[in-house]
């Protein structure tokens, strides 16, 4: 258990170290009826060459966090149908991705990245403008489907080539809500396990509302069936906590225990379990999958739609993580974990899950097979018996003390 432990954090700690090296943005654009249209998140790098007095330099370096949303050149215009976003970051440098379609699929047509030269920060010893547009990504989906591409893809320009990597993108949505169904690039096809990278949002830099304080929600029991028995049981308590942007530009979270009586469906597939909770105006998918050669399921993607309080500038909220990996447990046993979990959708919303005892794909009959305990639990098991152990171990010192001390004394009488 220990050893578990000990490489638990390990694998902890790289994975925290992941997080603070790369994290995935998100960027949204909404029609003019307030609708969300577009939604990309990535990781992207850049190397840019640029020209010193004396000598050519390269420089690299990845999108900063406060990479956003240029409003009003992002546009979703029905009348050329083509849908534009603009990101702008660090001093006056941006990004352009412009999305057309026909009538089966959307693509990424093309990508414009205007450097500013005259940021030193960046670009020492340089000045002026660094413009490149290229009309071949490579990027295109199935309308109605979201673009997902864990493997990085390079795209090589003129005097600057980009990285890309963990892709969701979806142009094109329909009625606001990012789809369910997915294309999934050529390169993540060729490596069939490919290991579920954990994303990040960034926390914005504007100062944090105090949270509202909440208590903790009622436990919900869930289950889904297909002809051939019941694919996912669950019973766990489910709270959400979304942070949106007010009208006066200061973020605020809201805190929402979904009701144990909340609505849900779902579907059994071979490879993949859906269960949809509907509550309200609040709508979280989740999607399960499963590792058919090491023989372990998780949980692999939340979609979170939800209205927002009418003092927040978004009427909404749309987020979704597809890299995820939660929930994990061995095909045939059931995942247990009373500790509160908190599983990140997006800078923009969180999934807070108490009380949990989860079983996807294999299950025997109407019940949770053996119960396999979270890192958790066994962690705040592992305290006690530590202290217990060390009790003990005081004990037998005392003990051993005293008998030495009692054959000492003993062997004094002898020598008088
Ligand atoms: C910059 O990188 C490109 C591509 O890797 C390379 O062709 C070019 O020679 C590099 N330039 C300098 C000055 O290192
Ligand atoms: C967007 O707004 C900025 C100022 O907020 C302005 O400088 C810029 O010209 C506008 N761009 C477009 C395309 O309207
Ligand atoms: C564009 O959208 C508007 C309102 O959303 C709608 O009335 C119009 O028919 C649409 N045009 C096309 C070409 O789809
Ligand atoms: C480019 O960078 C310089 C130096 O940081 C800054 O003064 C200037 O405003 C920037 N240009 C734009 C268009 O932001
Ligand atoms: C859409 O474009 C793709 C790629 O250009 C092409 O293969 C496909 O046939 C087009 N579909 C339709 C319906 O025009
Ligand atoms: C910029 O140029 C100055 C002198 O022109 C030089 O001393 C300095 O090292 C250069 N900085 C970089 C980062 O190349
Ligand atoms: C989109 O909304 C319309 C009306 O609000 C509805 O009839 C239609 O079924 C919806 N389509 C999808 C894919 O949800
Ligand atoms: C999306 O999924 C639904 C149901 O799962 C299916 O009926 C539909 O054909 C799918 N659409 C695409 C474009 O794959
Ligand atoms: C909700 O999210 C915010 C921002 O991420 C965080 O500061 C807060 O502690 C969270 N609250 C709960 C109850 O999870
Ligand atoms: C912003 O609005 C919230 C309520 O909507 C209020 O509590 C807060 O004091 C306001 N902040 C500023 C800086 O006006
Ligand atoms: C769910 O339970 C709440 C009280 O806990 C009740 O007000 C509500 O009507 C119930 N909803 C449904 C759909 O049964
Ligand atoms: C799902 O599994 C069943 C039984 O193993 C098989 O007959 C069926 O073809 C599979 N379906 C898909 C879509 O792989």
Same mark, same amino acid.
Do not use: W
């Given at each position: 258990m220990a050893v578990r432990c000990g490489v638990g954090l390990l694998l902890a700690a790289v994975l925290l170290g992941f997080i603070q090296t790369s994290s995935t943005l998100t960027f949204q654009v909404s029609d003019r009826s307030g609708k969300l249209c577009l939604s990309a998140n990535f990781i992207m790098e850049f190397t840019v060459e640029y020209s010193t007095k004396t000598k050519k330099e390269n420089t690299t370096f990845e999108l900063p966090p406060d990479a956003d949303v240029i409003k009003n050149a992002s546009v979703c215009d029905n009348t050329t149908s083509k849908e534009i976003l603009e990101v702008g970051f660090g001093k006056g440098h941006s990004l352009k991705m412009v999305f057309e379609r026909n009538a089966s699929l959307y693509m990424l047509s093309t990508l414009v990245l205007k450097f500013n030269l005259s940021d030193s920060s960046r670009f020492p010893n340089s000045s002026g403008e660094l413009k490149e547009e290229t009309r071949r990504s490579g990027i295109q989906a199935d309308l109605n489907t979201r673009y997902l591409c864990k493997s990085s893809r390079s795209i090589t320009m003129q005097n600057m080539s980009i990285l890309i990597s963990n892709v969701v993108i979806e142009a094109y949505i329909v009625n606001g809500t990012i789809s369910m169904n997915e294309t999934t690039c050529s390169e993540d096809k060729?490596?069939?396990?490919?290991a579920p990278i954990p994303t990040t949002g960034t926390p914005s830099t504007t100062s944090l509302a105090p949270p509202v304080p909440s208590k903790n929600p009622e436990v919900g029991q869930y289950s889904v069936n297909s002809s051939s028995g019941l694919c996912l049981l669950a019973s766990m308590a489910l709270q959400l906590n979304i942070t949106y942007s007010t009208k006066n530009k200061t973020l605020k979270s809201e805190v929402l225990n979904l009701p144990p009586n909340a609505t849900f469906s779902g579907k059994c597939e071979n490879l993949t379990v859906t269960l949809n909770l509907v509550t309200g105006s609040t709508n979280i998918s989740f999607h399960f999958g499963q590792n058919v050669s090491t023989e372990v399921y998780f949980l692999q993607s939340i979609l979170v739609n939800a209205s927002l309080p009418s *003092?927040?500038? *978004?009427?909404h909220v749309n987020a979704f993580n597809d890299s995820l990996s939660a929930l994990k447990g061995t095909l045939g046993k059931s995942y247990k974990c009373v500790a509160e979990e908190s599983i990140l959708v997006s800078d923009r919303a969180s999934l807070n899950v108490f009380n949990v005892q989860i079983q996807a794909f294999k299950i025997t009959g109407d019940k949770f097979g053996a119960v396999e305990e979270c890192q958790l639990d066994e962690n705040s098991m592992l305290i006690p018996i530590v202290v217990g152990a060390a009790l003990a171990g005081l004990v037998l010192i005392v003990l051993i003390a005293y008998l030495i001390g009692r054959k000492r004394s003993h062997a004094g009488y002898q020598t008088i």
């Amino acid at each position: 258990m220990a050893v578990r432990c000990g490489v638990g954090l390990l694998l902890a700690a790289v994975l925290l170290g992941f997080i603070q090296t790369s994290s995935t943005l998100t960027f949204q654009v909404s029609d003019r009826s307030g609708k969300l249209c577009l939604s990309a998140n990535f990781i992207m790098e850049f190397t840019v060459e640029y020209s010193t007095k004396t000598k050519k330099e390269n420089t690299t370096f990845e999108l900063p966090p406060d990479a956003d949303v240029i409003k009003n050149a992002s546009v979703c215009d029905n009348t050329t149908s083509k849908e534009i976003l603009e990101v702008g970051f660090g001093k006056g440098h941006s990004l352009k991705m412009v999305f057309e379609r026909n009538a089966s699929l959307y693509m990424l047509s093309t990508l414009v990245l205007k450097f500013n030269l005259s940021d030193s920060s960046r670009f020492p010893n340089s000045s002026g403008e660094l413009k490149e547009e290229t009309r071949r990504s490579g990027i295109q989906a199935d309308l109605n489907t979201r673009y997902l591409c864990k493997s990085s893809r390079s795209i090589t320009m003129q005097n600057m080539s980009i990285l890309i990597s963990n892709v969701v993108i979806e142009a094109y949505i329909v009625n606001g809500t990012i789809s369910m169904n997915e294309t999934t690039c050529s390169e993540d096809k060729r490596f069939s396990t490919v290991a579920p990278i954990p994303t990040t949002g960034t926390p914005s830099t504007t100062s944090l509302a105090p949270p509202v304080p909440s208590k903790n929600p009622e436990v919900g029991q869930y289950s889904v069936n297909s002809s051939s028995g019941l694919c996912l049981l669950a019973s766990m308590a489910l709270q959400l906590n979304i942070t949106y942007s007010t009208k006066n530009k200061t973020l605020k979270s809201e805190v929402l225990n979904l009701p144990p009586n909340a609505t849900f469906s779902g579907k059994c597939e071979n490879l993949t379990v859906t269960l949809n909770l509907v509550t309200g105006s609040t709508n979280i998918s989740f999607h399960f999958g499963q590792n058919v050669s090491t023989e372990v399921y998780f949980l692999q993607s939340i979609l979170v739609n939800a209205s927002l309080p009418s *003092e927040a500038t *978004e009427k909404h909220v749309n987020a979704f993580n597809d890299s995820l990996s939660a929930l994990k447990g061995t095909l045939g046993k059931s995942y247990k974990c009373v500790a509160e979990e908190s599983i990140l959708v997006s800078d923009r919303a969180s999934l807070n899950v108490f009380n949990v005892q989860i079983q996807a794909f294999k299950i025997t009959g109407d019940k949770f097979g053996a119960v396999e305990e979270c890192q958790l639990d066994e962690n705040s098991m592992l305290i006690p018996i530590v202290v217990g152990a060390a009790l003990a171990g005081l004990v037998l010192i005392v003990l051993i003390a005293y008998l030495i001390g009692r054959k000492r004394s003993h062997a004094g009488y002898q020598t008088i």
